[in-house]
């Protein structure tokens, strides 16, 4: 009785998400590289992209122009969990892109992270 009462407490703490790691993740990124980085490496981001959406437990990925700054580059992630995201940094596509950074340094960057919950829209 008491395997089977273990048992269930644990399915519904992995049901619940208070054992299970599945919260979706949102990285929202300002990347201020300047005008002429960005036309430079446009198409580097745009590979970054197609192959980073390939990578399992990415969901999205996106990268924009700001239109009020065009030296900034905004770019939105989302990710199943934060082991997809953990192991997109383990990647060579990371290591590649990393080496990109390096080589045209961004002035500034600011990432934000946030564990989310989907909830419907009220016009669904």
């Not at 407490?9 to 208070?18: D, H, K, P, W």
């Not at 990925?61 to 953990?86: C, G, Q, S, Y």
Request: hydrophobic share 45%.
């Amino acid at each position: 009785m008491k395997k089977v009462l273990f048992c269930l407490v644990i399915a519904i703490m992995a049901s619940t998400n208070l054992l299970a790691d599945d919260k979706t993740i949102v990285v929202n990124v300002e990347v201020d590289w300047g005008k002429e980085n960005i036309q430079e490496i446009y198409e580097i981001l745009q590979n970054h992209v197609q192959i980073t959406l390939a990578e399992e437990g990415c969901e999205e990925f996106n990268f924009a122009i700001d239109i009020n700054n065009p030296n900034i580059i905004r770019a939105t992630e989302v990710w199943t969990n934060m082991k997809a995201l953990e192991n997109h940094f383990k990647t060579e596509n990371w290591f590649y892109f990393n080496s990109i950074m390096e080589k045209y340094p961004a002035k500034n960057i600011i990432i934000n992270t946030y564990e989310i919950k989907k909830i419907s829209h009220p016009l669904d």
